[in-house]
T-cell receptor, first 113, second 111 residues
Framework: SAVISQKPSRDICQRGTSLTIQCQVD?????MFWYRQQPGQSLTLIAT?????????ESGFVIDKFPISRPNLTFSTLTVSNMSPEDSSIYLC??????????FGPGTRLLVL | GNSVTQMEGPVTLSEEAFLTINCTYT??????LFWYVQYPGEGLQLLLK?????DKGSNKGFEATYRKETTSFHLEKGSVQVSDSAVYFC??????????FGPGTRLSVLP
């Protein structure tokens, strides 16, 4: 399985600001995914990030609010822009890992005041 | 579309009790099925998986059998421990499509 790290592990931010979350994998992977987990809820896919192309966003998520970079096969960033308290969530990155399996990072816990 | 339904939580058990968390799914074709576990303050960890009908996934004393006739993938453990306290997510993946997660079931095991 892949080893995935995320930075920061948690943050407290003021409304109107932006936060960039980093995801690093210990091996090269084609597909990386970004999820949001709102308090007490399940996971919702934000977007799929492939190296060398624009991210593919799910319904309800837009690039202006959640810009994503994927500069190489081991790294990706997700920015949460112009934050509001409703953006308080856990943000998780994941990678594909064979036989349709996904492996998840430890998550970034974001609180917006 | 694809969907996953899990039993509502929270589930509270005494140590060494038998655990069942029900999971049923709706999908076309033959999806792969998964159980993920999220311990307090952590991300999701893959607990077990099954990729075809009648397969049994197992790990750390947990088991789940892929039942296509009942579209189910119930999670079981014969004797739970306090350290099993976590949120458990059932999920499916249909080839070429995104993962779909259930709502999660919170398990609390009391000493």
């Amino acid at each position: 399985s892949a080893v995935i790290s995320q930075k920061p592990s948690r943050d407290i931010c003021q409304r109107g600001t932006s936060l960039t979350i980093q995801c690093q994998v210990d091996s090269q992977v084609t597909m990386m995914f970004w999820y949001r987990q709102q308090p007490g809820q399940s996971l919702t896919l934000i977007a799929t990030a492939n190296q060398g192309s624009e991210a593919t966003y799910e319904s309800g998520f837009v690039i202006d609010k959640f810009p994503i970079s994927r500069p190489n096969l081991t790294f990706s960033t997700l920015t949460v822009s112009n934050m509001s308290p409703e953006d308080s969530s856990i943000y998780l990155c994941s990678v594909e890992g064979g036989v349709e399996t996904q492996y998840f990072g430890p998550g970034t816990r974001l609180l917006v005041l | 579309g694809n969907s996953v339904t899990q039993m509502e939580g929270p589930v509270t058990l005494s140590e060494e009790a038998f655990l069942t968390i029900n999971c049923t799914y709706t999908a076309t074709g033959y999806p792969s099925l998964f159980w993920y576990v999220q311990y307090p303050g952590e991300g999701l960890q893959l607990l077990l998986k099954a990729t075809k009908a009648d397969d049994k996934g197992s790990n750390k004393g947990f088991e789940a059998t892929y039942r296509k006739e009942t579209t189910s993938f119930h999670l079981e453990k014969g004797s739970v421990q306090v350290s099993d306290s976590a949120v458990y997510f059932c999920a499916l993946s249909n080839y070429g499509q995104n993962f779909v997660f259930g709502p999660g079931t919170r398990l609390s095991v009391l000493p």
